[in-house]
């Protein structure tokens, strides 16, 4: 005997009304019969008559006995609104089924029960779950197998419009697509007429026999779902090929540009010129290595070298000491701190500034008074802090000192590297994006765009040249000067107070760069009229974008804005976006879809291979979801920012000072900031 165990959906049977009360609300039904009904059995691919065992041993009547199990509106589970009513009675003959229905007294239920009492609703089904079945070969060739349910339970009764149909049966409603676990074993054949009910045979609604009609029906709906699994298997197939051929890609580009990041690194270029690289997908790692080659020719031949022989160094004692102490300083200050660019260079100073390094600010004062020809045996530590920094003369003429002692310049110049390079490591994330200018003075400056350029114009043999022009638009911005002051007094002296020299300067550093953050994005928020009129970011600009999440398509859609831009002249730009900008909101969802190492959990969210390529920039200036997309400034105008020439940066400038007993250092910077041209942006409000 074979035993099979597979997963039974839960089966529905019609059955009749055979009486109505309509005071009580109490409806009588024959729910079972035990009747073959014709069904098919998809695992073995044959139709077969299944048989209800009406034998009390095979059939749990418990569900049904308890008095609670439910009476529905077409085997419809969802919703309390879908019970009618329960099941008071239910009992079991030996030959059939039978039981009394009890209907709510819902006033939704009135309009049933009178279309029950009419006859309108005629019909309930009965739905139950198998857990053994016997299955009966047929005695003779052509007839179909028998399948006996040995171990079954009736679960619910309902009322519908149509009743299973008595020569196929019906498989459950959608709602009650759960299964249970049935097992199957075969038995002889003989055993197949023994079990069949004697009311089986006058039961018209359960009755039915093979016709040759459902055989062919049957075997046409297998043959279609034969080939709906092949025609599935098919495009499954190719859709992974698909997803293989674009895992490959990914890999590929990402091997590509880390080997191409590991040469740039390796001779030193600068981002830009490996963002170039990068950006082109069809250079090679081998002609990268080329173009590096190239790149540092051409630098060479830049900036001529010297060799040694032609090298002079003039520096005296003085200064030779000023830069000792200031570095002794720093790294008191910040132990961390770096001193030159080069590590031997780096550990050379840090060698050399070794000889004040357990020296406090009042020991470098006396240093530098005696070096200037004073003597500070019989002076008090304030009288040393004022005769150091030069602040009164009369104590500078009782020090003996034949000159000016040096100490304001070892502060200024400790106080001024650490402002240097604090504000040239503050973050600045602007600088991937926008322009870096330079204007000679504080008058307005114009700026036509690179995009306002007339066409080429062909030239005939022996004919002259066109001058090409520029639109007179342009836009106009003029710089300002922001600053602070850092006094560094003589009590500071007094006290050994470093956090002048490191902690201040780093602030007003990490200001000067916020100062330049706030004035460049702050562009972006204002959405400034341009000089056509018209606000930076508008439809008519064709760069302000329906508010949508930040995906592939709505990428794609920003792409193709940004590349069916046309110049002013209306030449096609055909630019490329570079950068994907974002708030803090928005950065796990970018660099999501511009990961080449994303892997999509379907074939609809894999990231296009040129979305990778966009360097993602985030700035908490940018508020919500907003987010855009930019063109590199190389390509076409975005953003300009610009310093006073010759002032390129934080510039500090020293004075004795006179409302401060000590020395004042001032921190000047002159900055501005201004769009030039709408056609290489893109803003979503983002969702």
């Not at 053994?132 to 028998?146: L, Q, S």
């Not at 054949?189 to 459902?214: K, Y």
């Not at 010297?306 to 790294?331: S, Y």
């Not at 070794?354 to 008074?369: S, V």
Request: aromatic share 6%.
């Amino acid at each position: 005997m074979q035993t099979l165990t597979h997963d039974m959906p839960v089966q529905t049977r019609e059955a009749p009304i055979t009486g109505v009360n309509p005071e009580a609300r109490t409806v009588e039904v024959t729910w079972t019969t035990g009747a073959r009904v014709l069904r098919y059995d998809w695992v073995a691919e044959r139709p077969y008559l299944e048989e209800l065992s009406l034998d009390p041993a095979h059939v749990r009547m418990g569900r049904l006995q308890s008095g609670k199990a439910p009476v529905l509106d077409t085997h419809n589970r969802y919703g309390l609104g879908n019970v009618l009513g329960v099941v008071s009675r239910a009992e079991l003959n030996g030959s059939a089924g039978t039981a009394t229905l009890r209907l709510s007294k819902r006033a939704d239920i009135a309009p049933i029960v009178d279309d029950i009492r009419d006859g309108i609703i005629a019909n309930v089904s009965v739905g139950y779950s198998i857990f053994k079945m016997e299955r009966i070969p047929p005695a003779r060739d052509g007839d179909p197998w028998v399948y006996r349910a040995v171990d079954w339970e009736p679960a619910e009764i309902s009322f519908v419009p149509v009743g299973a149909d008595a020569g196929a049966g019906t498989r459950a409603h959608d709602d009650m697509q759960r299964k249970t676990r049935c097992e199957f074993f075969d038995v002889p054949a003989a055993s197949a007429a023994d079990s069949i009910p004697p009311a089986a045979a006058g039961n018209s609604r359960e009755a039915s026999n093979m016709t040759e009609d459902d055989i062919k029906a049957a075997e046409a709906a297998e043959a279609k779902r034969k080939a709906d699994a092949a025609e599935a298997a098919r495009k499954a197939e190719e859709q992974a090929a698909r997803d293989r051929a674009q895992k490959e890609a990914r890999e590929a580009e990402a091997a590509r540009q880390a080997e191409i990041r590991e040469l740039a690194a390796a001779a030193h270029m600068t981002a830009a010129f490996t963002e170039r690289l990068l950006a082109d997908t069809s250079i090679t790692p081998a002609q990268a290595g080329l173009a590096i080659l190239r790149e540092q020719a051409r630098l060479a031949a830049e900036v001529p070298i010297r060799n040694a022989a032609h090298i002079v160094v003039n520096r005296d004692e003085m200064e030779t000491r000023r830069a000792r102490m200031g570095d002794a300083i720093r790294l008191r200050a910040n132990p961390a701190a770096r001193l030159a660019v080069t590590d031997s260079a780096h550990a050379e100073a840090v060698s050399a500034a070794r000889e004040f390094r357990g020296q406090t600010l009042i020991d470098m004062a006396r240093e530098c008074i005696e070096f200037a020809g004073g003597r500070t045996r019989s002076l008090s530590r304030r009288e040393i802090a004022v005769a150091a920094l030069n602040l009164d003369p009369e104590i500078s003429s009782r020090a003996g000192m034949q000159s000016t002692s040096d100490f304001p310049n070892v502060l200024a110049s400790t106080i001024n590297r650490t402002l240097r390079q604090a504000y040239q490591l503050a973050p600045r994330t602007f600088t991937v994006w926008a322009r870096q200018a330079t204007a000679p003075d504080f008058r307005q400056v114009a700026r036509v765009q690179l995009s306002d350029i007339s066409a080429f114009q062909k030239v005939n043999e022996g004919g002259e040249y066109k001058v090409l022009t520029f639109g007179d638009s342009a836009e106009k911005y003029s710089l300002s000067k922001y600053g602070g002051i850092v006094p560094v007094s003589w009590e500071a002296i007094i006290n050994d107070d470093l956090g002048a020299f490191d902690r201040i300067p780093t602030l007003l550093a990490n200001e000067a760069a916020a100062t330049e953050s706030d004035i460049v994005y702050g562009v972006l928020s204002a959405n400034a009229p341009m000089a056509d009129g018209v606000a930076l970011f508008h439809a008519t600009h064709g760069n302000l974008q329906s508010a949508t999440a930040i995906s592939d398509t709505s990428l794609g859609v920003a792409r193709a804005a940004m590349r069916k831009q046309t110049g002013p002249k209306g030449r096609q730009l055909n630019l490329t976006p570079g950068v994907l900008l974002v708030g803090p909101d928005k950065e796990v969802e970018a660099n999501k879809y511009t990961s080449a190492s994303f892997v999509a959990t379907k074939a609809a969210d894999i990231n296009p291979n040129f979305n990778t390529s966009l360097a993602v920039v985030v700035d908490g200036r940018i508020t919500g979801n907003t987010w855009y997309l930019m063109a590199r400034p190389e390509l076409i105008d975005t953003v300009e920012y610009a310093y006073l020439e010759g002032e390129e940066g934080l510039f500090t400038e020293t004075r004795i000072g006179y409302e401060v007993d000590g020395l004042m250092v001032k921190a000047r910077h002159v900055f501005a900031a201004k769009a030039i041209d709408w056609r290489g942006m893109q803003k979503n409000p983002g969702a």
